[in-house]
């Protein structure tokens, strides 16, 4: 099955941009997704990104996809306090479109 | 908005129990999942159904069962609660149609401790 790695821990200052990393295992992921998860919630879609595209951008947010190193990557500029969550990186193979996801990552921004 | 809603907010069970969780969406979703988080392994799925009556293992479905007997309703069951299904489980939804980018919806899940 598919194998999702992610750090488990980001730290930046208020104002800075934070780039989350995730590799992946299946190459016949079709959709990769972000979810994130604020305390004491559940998970809310942030973006997704389809495997023929190499970049979306949506605000603050960038995605970025390199489908030969199987490596996505989340960035947020101007990172808010309000941005301090567990960030998950969940790709999708095609056919299911059920995402597998990775361990996630606690983004902490501090003021 | 979709809604998909939890049961129980915190369940507090002793080992040996029947306990059973329950979770109700409202977007008349063809798809739902039942998952299990604990700190440092991310979501793992535990049973999902793509349809009343039908249900599919996941990655983790020993001990757990679960039924459908209603499109909005799927229910997760722990025939005898132990201490290591103590955990925090959460319920999601999805449609099939390919405009929604296969979304999936969770609720706020439900904190079981298995004492």
């Known amino acids: 099955g598919e194998d999702v790695e992610q750090s488990l821990f980001l730290s930046v200052r208020e104002g800075d941009s934070s780039v989350i990393n995730c590799t992946y295992t299946?190459?016949?992921?079709?959709?990769l997704y972000w979810y994130k998860q604020e305390p004491g919630a559940g998970l809310q879609l942030l973006t997704y990104i389809f495997s023929n595209m190499d970049m979306k951008q949506d605000q603050r947010l960038t995605v970025l996809l390199n489908k030969k190193d199987k490596h996505l990557s989340l960035r947020i500029a101007d990172t808010q306090t309000g941005d301090s969550a567990i960030y998950f990186c969940?790709?999708?193979?095609?056919?299911?479109?059920?995402?597998?996801f990775g361990r996630g990552t606690s983004l902490i921004v501090h003021p | 908005d979709v809604k998909v809603t939890q049961s129980s907010r915190y369940l507090v069970k002793r080992t040996g129990e029947k306990v059973f969780l329950e979770c109700v969406q409202d977007?008349?979703?063809?798809?739902m999942f039942w998952y299990r988080q604990d700190p440092g392994l991310g979501l793992r799925l535990i049973y999902f159904s793509y349809d009343v009556k039908m249900k599919e293992k996941g990655d983790i479905p020993e001990g757990y069962s679960v039924s459908r007997e209603k499109k909005e309703r799927f229910s997760l069951i722990l025939e005898s609660a132990s201490t290591n299904q103590t955990s925090m489980y959460l319920c999601a939804s999805s449609s099939e149609d390919r405009l929604s980018s296969y979304e999936q919806y969770f609720g706020p899940g439900t904190r079981l401790t298995v004492t």
């Open positions: 977007m008349d979703h063809e798809n």
């Open positions: 969940a790709p999708a193979s095609g056919g299911s479109y059920i995402p597998t």
């Open positions: 299946d190459s016949s992921s079709t959709y």
